[in-house]
């Protein structure tokens, strides 16, 4: 069919749509002609031509009602095949069909609607249905529209069929258009995640998807018309607030979780009372915990639980960058807790931090405890609190951490050394406060440990000497400058028979270090291993060097418990003996009793294949450590080392002496040799020898001397007996 388009002239500003201006015009001109036929009517002809008036009249009021729904009419005369359309409005334009078959309709409708509308007009021929309504997709103006044409019958034949037919047509293409949106939001409203719930303006429930009714934990019917506000836990309605976007914790129904809120305003009309509100719920409790677990890792610490480094540092920022009152912070160290680690274990150390911990939140309260690494702990107290309230505390912490602890049915106890400092009379930065913190406790341990010290300025001098240790003992680790003397080992005929292998070190700076500071710092950098490795080496080439000088006697050298842990203790032993030419034999190992803690299936299977290449072995320090007397039963020792706080309150403590007798029955009857360590009298001396001690060690004798002095004094007794099992 071939529709054209009818005039479309510019109209004046009070006339603006192209159909309604042409049946202006065409009213117009009919007012003309009736005023020019009027004058020529008769009084006969008056009442007719008013009647024909009155059609006409009714004929313009319907295609003026015709406009205002924007529809055209069509007729088809089906017995001549001839359909007509007039006044269909597309967009800004009126079109208009001469008389063409119903083929010309079919060629405008798109090819895959064309049965349908050939199925509408086929059955409304056949009487099969009342009326014809149908819609199809036509190609006009460029551009595909919907129309929709409507119709009945106007004339029908003698045997009641359809001859004529009219009806409206129209284009439904932005109704089509919304009612697919309409459709899609329909379905976007109920299938999507999220919760959506319509409410009106004064905040009732018109309407809520299933998400909703799962998350607020209600059917959505039973949401329809109860107020969503108290369902959420909020006490005034989510209805005239505008749009607005924020979090909560649900209180109410679905409570515990957390969702993500937007309340978007839909205005219906002009009424203020006339609009309503998409609300929007998406829970977030998932997300939230993702983000509490990745606040977790990035700021507390995984096995206490405390604050971590990187939050007590942002803390530490956070506070220093405030201005007002000051604050104070103490630094905690445990004293022992190395030892600890080493002996029993890093599964054992973790537990008593873990119960260091509980106690330093137990004391502290309001205050921040956090772990900084290790056996390190601060404390941040409240703003406005004085050095005088810190060491209170600390005074509190020294009591309840330093009491004894059971890991794995054994007693420990470390002590905690407590440095403090005050923000900003010691340090207006993080990086300056922690190292006043840091510097006071190390004053604490350098004073005896197991006490607080307050940070003031001449403490740097102790800092600095620290530092300048670690880079000296870094390099002369490296380089291997450390240098060996020998505490001589005597028989009850005070006759040599041995000695033990001592290390020294001597820096240009600070001239000799002891090595009760030395060998802790060692621990500390992680370069005593490399000094063990040389201890070994060297006791190899003195045992050697004994040999060759047909010398009697063995010398003696300590192997730390980290030592013991190491898989390559014994290939080390080993390789240092066929280095140096040594019998393994003239080799004393030394192990303190705290080394046997670690696991006493392992370190017995390590000592027993020692014992079987020929070291000797030797039980360091007894009396002190973990261990327990089985260990002298189940481990192939030789000797046993009474530690010398035994020997020094012999003439004090009485029950020094009654201890010392039982362990020198207990290790006769197993066969072990003993040795009295720190005899520094000749009155201890004598009690030691009547108790039956085989062997001792200390000032009293020598003091420790070089190795060419050493074996100097047993060539002068170079005759002295062997020692065998029992004896030295």
């Not at 934990?217 to 749009?243: F, V």
């Not at 900084?372 to 005074?395: H, K, N, P, W």
């Not at 001592?502 to 700076?509: E, F, I, N």
């Amino acid at each position: 069919m071939n529709l054209s388009a009818g005039g479309t002239a510019r109209l004046s500003p009070d006339v603006q749509d192209p159909a309604l201006a042409l049946l202006q015009r065409r009213f117009d001109r009919e007012r003309a002609s009736r005023k020019a036929a009027e004058a020529l009517l008769t009084d006969k002809s008056r009442e007719l031509y008013d009647v024909a008036e009155a059609a006409r009249e009714a004929e313009r009021r319907l295609q003026l009602a015709l406009w205002a729904s924007g529809e055209g009419i069509w007729t088809w005369d089906v017995a001549a095949d001839r359909f007509t359309i007039n006044d269909l409005q597309v967009l800004d334009t009126v079109h208009h069909s001469p008389p063409q078959p119903m083929a010309g309709l079919l060629a405008m409708v798109q090819a895959e609607d064309q049965q349908a509308v050939k199925l509408a007009f086929s059955l409304y021929l056949r009487q099969a249905s009342d009326d014809i309504d149908t819609a199809f997709r036509a190609r006009l103006q460029d551009c595909e529209r919907w129309l929709r044409i409507r119709g009945r019958a106007l004339t029908h034949d003698a045997q009641g069929r359809p001859q004529t037919v009219t009806g409206t047509i129209k284009d439904v293409t932005a109704q089509r258009d919304a009612e697919q949106s309409l459709h899609l939001m329909a379905q976007a409203f109920a299938s999507t995640h999220d919760a959506l719930v319509v409410v009106d303006a004064r905040g009732f429930i018109v309407q809520a998807n299933e998400r909703a009714g799962s998350l607020l934990e209600q059917p959505c019917e039973a949401l329809e018309g109860s107020l969503l506000a108290p369902l959420l836990g909020l006490d005034r309605p989510l209805s005239g607030r505008g749009a607005w976007h924020g979090e909560l914790l649900l209180k109410g129904a679905g409570k515990g979780r957390h969702v993500e809120l937007s309340v978007t305003p839909v205005q219906q009309s002009a009424a203020a009372d006339s609009g309503c509100s998409i609300v929007a719920l998406r829970d977030i409790s998932e997300r939230r915990r993702a983000e509490d677990a990745l606040h977790r890792q990035a700021f507390v610490d995984g096995l206490t639980g405390l604050a971590n480094r990187a939050r007590v540092m942002q803390l530490l920022q956070e506070r220093t960058a405030r201005p007002g009152r000051g604050f104070t912070m103490l630094f905690i160290d445990l004293d022992g807790f190395k030892a600890v680690n080493d002996t029993l274990g890093h599964g054992a150390g973790d537990t008593l931090l873990l119960q260091t911990a509980l106690r330093l939140r137990a004391i502290v309260g309001n205050g921040v405890v956090g772990r900084l690494g290790g056996d390190e702990f601060v404390v941040l107290q409240a703003e406005g609190s004085a050095i005088a309230q810190a060491l209170a505390l600390a005074d509190a912490l020294i009591t309840h951490v330093g009491r004894p602890y059971t890991i794995d049915g054994q007693s420990v106890q470390v002590t905690p050394s407590i440095g403090i400092a005050a923000c900003p009379e010691h340090g207006q930065n993080p990086a300056d406060l922690l190292r006043s913190a840091d510097v006071a406790m190390y004053a604490a341990k350098e004073q005896g440990r197991n006490r607080a010290v307050a940070y003031h300025g001449d403490l740097d001098h102790g800092r600095q000497r620290r530092l300048q240790l670690q880079q000296l003992l870094r390099a002369d680790a490296e380089r291997e400058a450390f240098s060996f003397v020998v505490q001589l080992q005597v028989d009850m005929r005070r006759r040599p028979v041995g000695g033990e292998l001592l290390m020294r070190w001597q820096t240009p700076a600070f001239g000799v270090v002891s090595p009760a500071e030395f060998i802790p710092l060692a621990e500390q950098i992680g370069v005593i291993d490399r000094m063990g490795r040389l201890a070994l080496r060297t006791a190899a080439r003195v045992a050697h060097e004994l040999a060759a000088a047909r010398l009697l006697g063995s010398v003696s050298v300590n192997l730390s418990p980290r030592q013991l842990l190491h898989d390559d203790v014994e290939r080390a032993l080993l390789d240092a003996c066929m280095a140096a030419g040594a019998e393994p034999a003239r080799i004393e190992l030394e192990l303190t009793e705290s080394a046997l803690v670690t696991d006493v299936a392992q370190v017995g299977a390590l000592l027993t294949r020692l014992a079987g290449h020929g070291f000797r072995l030797a039980l360091d320090d007894f009396g002190t450590g973990y261990s327990s007397l089985s260990h002298l039963r189940q481990l192939p020792f030789h000797k046993v080392k009474i530690d010398r706080s035994f020997v020094q309150d012999l003439n004090i403590e009485s029950r020094s002496l009654v201890m010392l007798e039982g362990v020198v029955r207990l290790c006769d009857s197993l066969g072990l040799a003993t040795v009295a360590e720190g005899v520094e009298t000749r009155e201890q001396f004598e009690m030691l020898r009547r108790l039956g001690i085989a062997c001792f060690q200390g000032y009293w004798f020598a003091r420790p001397q070089p190795l060419a002095e050493w074996m100097a004094g047993l060539s002068v007794q170079g005759q002295a007996p062997r020692v065998v099992a029992g004896g030295c």
